[in-house]
Structures are given as structure tokens and as C-alpha cells.
């Protein structure tokens, strides 16, 4: 696949952050009193929305709650998260491969840029990527397009010569909503069942199949 913009999730598509998370919910609903939640629950959360998340996992509906948790969550991230985070065996070398093929890059996720850009500066790939389009930018999450479609504005350039890699059906659907190629990678809790429903290029197993 030729493309030249490849713009990418974060959670289980570039990385698996999945220890790290796991061990900040248990750490935020075990001092907040919440029951502790199995932990493959909490991975079905990874790459939504940090309000939508903690939602499903405490029950809490109130919008001012959610804000408080998410702070707390905050604090125990800052300490455990990035440490907790691998990219993927491949990653650099995919990314790295596109950047000498002429392509830019970018990364469209619902996690913090500030938390990203700690994971691509220490492992010195930070330089491969434009940008991050992440929560703080506060466009409207996936499936919503928003952060697609300001990468695109960003870059200047056509929809035809974009392409999204996510691991979530949400990500085939911001594509889809976005009128930009998809392709879904089975590094997260999706399988290729999932993705089938949805217009995409490829499906593959992991990053290195889009070289």
C-alpha cells in the first residue's frame, strides 16, 4: 500500500500500554471503593474515551465525577504508564520505512499527546511523526472524523492519499465517517470478523504487513 499520509491509533496499533492501564484502574477503583474489575474487562476498554472507560468500569453517569476520577487516574498514570508502555516489535521499523519512503506521519488517538510523545522521545522515534491529534486537542472522539479530518487540513493534502491503521472497529468507523482508507491491524481486542463489516484496504496481523 502507497500512501502519503499514513496516520495511526496508539493503543494496540503502534503500542501495548495494556499493563500500565490495567494497574492504574485497579490502583484508582481500588482507593475510590469501586469493585475491582477482571482485568480482560478493563483491557475491552483500551482506545475508547477516558470518560467513556471510566464509565463502564465504575458506573458513574455524572459528568463531574467522571472529570474527578479521570484526575485521579492522572496521578497514578503519570507514575506507572509510560514505564508500562512497549511499542510493538515492528514499529520503529515500519515507521521508519514509511518516513524514507517520503510519507508523513501522524498519530490520531484518544489517550493524552503528553502521554504518547513520552513513550515515541524514549524510544527516539519521535522525530518519525508530524504530530499527535490526542485528547487534549478536544475534538470530538472516534467514531466521530474530527481528528482525521484536522490531520488532513494540517498536512494539505487528498483524502485519496490517506490512509487510518487502527486495532478497533471505532477506528474502521472514524475512517469510514472520514472518507479515508482503513486498515485494521489484529494487535487489540477486534478480530477480523469485526472489521469485515467495514470498508477497508487490508486486515492484517501485525504493523509490518502495511510494507
Given amino acids: ?79 506507572y504508564m509510560t514505564e508500562n508502555t512497549y511499542l510493538y516489535d ?19 488517538s484518544s489517550k493524552t499527546r503528553r502521554r504518547i510523545m513520552q513513550t515515541l522521545t524514549r524510544d527516539k522515534i519521535d522525530d518519525l511523526v508530524e504530530f499527535i491529534i490526542g485528547s487534549e486537542d478536544k475534538y470530538a472522539y472516534k467514531p466521530a472524523p474530527d481528528g482525521i479530518l484536522e490531520a488532513v487540513k494540517r498536512l494539505n493534502v487528498d483524502k485519496k492519499d490517506v490512509i487510518y491503521i487502527g486495532d478497533n472497529i471505532v477506528d474502521a468507523q472514524a475512517a469510514q465517517n472520514a472518507q479515508v482508507d482503513f486498515a485494521g491491524v489484529l494487535t487489540g481486542n477486534n478480530i477480523k470478523a469485526d472489521f469485515a463489516k467495514f470498508p477497508h484496504v487490508k486486515i492484517m496481523n501485525c504493523l509490518q504487513e502495511l510494507i
Fill in 1 to 79: 500500500m502507497s500512501y502519503k499520509v499514513y496516520l495511526f491509533d496508539f493503543d494496540y496499533t503502534l503500542a501495548n500500554s495494556e499493563v500500565g492501564i490495567v494497574k492504574c484502574f485497579e490502583l484508582l477503583m481500588e482507593q475510590e471503593g469501586y469493585p475491582l474489575r477482571p482485568k480482560d474487562e478493563i483491557k475491552r476498554t483500551i482506545g475508547l474515551p477516558m470518560s467513556e472507560a471510566l464509565s463502564i468500569l465504575t458506573g458513574e453517569v455524572d459528568e463531574a465525577k467522571i472529570q474527578e476520577l479521570k484526575d485521579k487516574y492522572t496521578v497514578f498514570a503519570d507514575l
Fill in 90 to 108: 515492528d514499529t520503529k521499523m515500519v515507521l521508519k520505512t514509511l518516513k524514507e519512503r517520503g510519507a508523513k506521519i501522524a498519530i490520531i
